[in-house]
């Protein structure tokens, strides 16, 4: 089965989790760190899950699946292992063309979640299409090892350059030939070794500008310990 990597924009949209246990948990803290608007469906909740009820991170409905459920939500995630319910929830999102990830049960998904790294705006997603959940964990620890915070540090740096760039109104060839010539250097790497001076050195040349180069300054500011 071939599914097509996408990236959802979910701040605000209704998200349904099904189920209150470890694995819900997990599916939650992912989908309130895109700030979508989250429900659990379930008769209990566990520890994790009832303290952010308790905080209003998330609406709780206690009681167990009844169809209609999925009525007006954009993505539902199943995190039971009720076969007769995963069935039943499969039913109704294939007939309200409603996006569907059964937690470990890829027969039911017409969404994939993968693992992902997060480090600000930067994401890192893979997927084994659900043949090997333990494999994609796996290329995440390693990635997670490889992609520090210094990259949240040099994604703030690249967008903002970005807007600087684009306000001068050049042709977008000359555009696209300075982001290309601004990404060749190891920023993530100076960044790392705090090495701002050739941050700078490398964004005089190949941006330039007083304001160029004081947005650098914001960012090794903001990302100073």
């Known amino acids: ?19 209150g246990g470890e694995v ?42 009844r169809e209609g459920d999925l009525a007006g939500a954009f993505l539902v ?22 996006l569907l990830n059964v937690a470990d049960v890829p027969k039911w998904c017409n969404v994939i979640l993968p693992a992902v790294v ?17 494999l994609a964990r796996k290329l995440r620890r390693e990635l997670e090892q490889r992609f520090g915070p210094e990259y949240d540090a040099l994604l703030q740096l690249l967008a903002g350059l970005r807007c600087q760039v684009l306000a001068e109104g050049c042709d977008h ?28 050195e490398h964004v005089r040349a190949t941006v330039g500008g007083a304001d160029a180069l004081a947005w650098v300054e914001t960012i090794r500011e903001r990302f100073s310990v």
């Open 24 to 65: 819900a948990a997990r599916k939650v803290e992912g989908l309130l760190a895109c700030q979508a608007a989250v429900t659990v469906l379930s008769p209990q909740l566990s520890a994790e899950l009832a303290r952010l009820h308790q905080q209003g991170e998330l609406a709780w409905l206690a009681r167990a699946y």
């Open 77 to 98: 995630i199943a995190a039971t292992d009720d076969e007769a319910v995963q069935a039943r929830i499969h039913a109704e999102a294939e007939a309200g063309n409603i």
């Open 118 to 134: 997060r480090r600000g705006d930067l994401s890192v997603a893979i997927s084994t299409g659900g043949a090997s959940p333990a």
């Open 173 to 200: 060839r000359e555009n696209r030939t300075r982001f290309h010539r601004l990404v060749e250097a190891d920023l993530a790497g100076w960044i790392k070794d705090g090495r701002w001076d050739l941050v700078r």
């Open 1 to 19: 089965m071939g599914f097509f990597p996408v990236c959802l924009q979910l701040a605000g949209r209704h998200c349904l989790v099904i189920g």
